[in-house]
């Protein structure tokens, strides 16, 4: 991966705040009643999207969880779409069909964020297959908590794209919590990396809240993949700051862990340390940059507001089978 440039560690900067300012101003909406269906937060957590969403390709495939905001935000959907798919409109990035949890559109390579925990990985592994197949040059990349890190179809995708060399990156967002329960409880052997290399794949643990080393890794092992060097696995810990819900009240962490993980390991402080320090930009730059993010937020909240909710007859409509180049 080349340098860091002026431009492109200002967008990265950029992205990372547009996922925040999205997540906290969707939540205080959410508690309004204005997502139905209710939402998971990943404030905390961008730089693991914005780190693997910026080094792979824009028709490479993701397919992700139930926490997906911040991915498919990172992949270059506006707010605007993202938002008005959380307050079920039809200018929605799913046509105000699938809501918070099922942001999609596989045409473009978004496979879906997905309710069943563990699914992802399980998704992208056949994506990853079919590219194989066609012999396309591009990758999957499978997103799974660490709780979907303890479900057995994840595991049994890792060993089919280990023995297949299939083109897959799995990316584990590690917020260490898997609703209530903390992520060192329940993992046998303690070391994720060590238990997906016991399949045969370059693994490894990274910091999650350092954008640019989830970059590194993901690139690198983008390359690998295309040159038929088969998946990768990357554990990135990162730390989520709210509820597993909106609305969850979290009494299994104390607000000293949280506090301490805010103030020390911000994915975005820590980012804006190095372009500041980069000389890429004065911290009145990084100011300016926040409100632009603060005004794209509004208009996307407005854009929601005032957009129409689905037609009835589009509920039959599904996806454009032609584009795909399949008979559904
Ligand atoms: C197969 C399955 N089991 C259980 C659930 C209930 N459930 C929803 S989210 C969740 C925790 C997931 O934790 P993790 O994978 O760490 O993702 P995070 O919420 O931290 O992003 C559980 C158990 C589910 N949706 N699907
Ligand atoms: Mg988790």
């Known amino acids: ?9 200002l967008a990265l900067l950029r992205q990372m705040m547009v996922i925040r300012d999205f997540e906290e101003t969707a939540d205080k909406l959410c508690l309004r009643g204005k997502v139905p269906g209710g939402m998971h937060n990943s404030s905390g957590q961008e730089a693991v999207a914005v780190g693997t969403l910026s080094a792979i390709a824009k028709d490479d495939v ?15 959907y506006s707010a605007k779409s993202v938002m008005a798919e959380l307050f079920a409109k039809s200018t929605g990035i799913s046509h105000g069909r ?3 949890m099922h942001l999609a559109e596989v045409t473009e390579g978004h496979f879906g964020g997905n309710g069943i925990v563990g699914a992802g990985v399980g998704i992208a592994m056949g994506a990853a297959l079919g590219i194989q197949h066609i012999g396309d040059k591009k990758i999957a990349v499978g997103f799974v908590g660490d709780g979907g890190m303890n479900t057995g179809r994840t595991w049994e995708s890792i060993n089919m794209a280990s023995i297949w060399k299939l083109p897959l990156i799995i990316l584990v967002d590690n917020n260490q919590y898997a609703v209530e329960t903390f992520v060192g409880r ?3 052997g303690g070391d994720l990396a060590k238990r997906a290399s016991g399949f045969g794949l370059p ?5 999650g809240q350092d954008v640019l080393e989830v970059r590194k890794y993901v690139s690198e092992a983008r390359e690998r993949a295309l040159a038929g060097e088969g998946p990768t696995f990357i554990n990135a810990l990162t730390y989520r700051y709210y509820g597993h819900n909106v609305g969850e009240k979290g009494q299994y962490r104390t607000q000293e862990e949280i506090a301490q993980w805010r103030t020390t390991q ?3 402080d820590k ?11 004065t911290q009145a730059e990084v100011e ?11 208009e996307a909240v407005a854009f929601a507001e005032s957009s129409p909710e689905p037609e009835i007859a589009s509920i039959t409509q599904g996806v454009d089978s032609g584009k795909l180049g399949v008979q559904l």
């Open 62 to 76: 993701i397919a992700t969880t139930h926490r997906s905001h911040h991915h498919t935000l990172a992949k270059g």
């Open 288 to 298: 300016e940059l926040r409100a632009s993010v603060r005004k794209e937020i509004e």
């Open 271 to 281: 980012f804006t340390e190095v372009v500041i320090s980069s000389g890429f930009a």
């Open 186 to 188: 329940v993992t046998g």
């Open 1 to 9: 991966m080349s340098k860091l440039d002026k431009s492109t560690a």
């Open 266 to 268: 911000d994915p975005i």
């Open 98 to 100: 699938g809501g918070s």
């Open 203 to 207: 693994a490894y643990n990274i910091d």
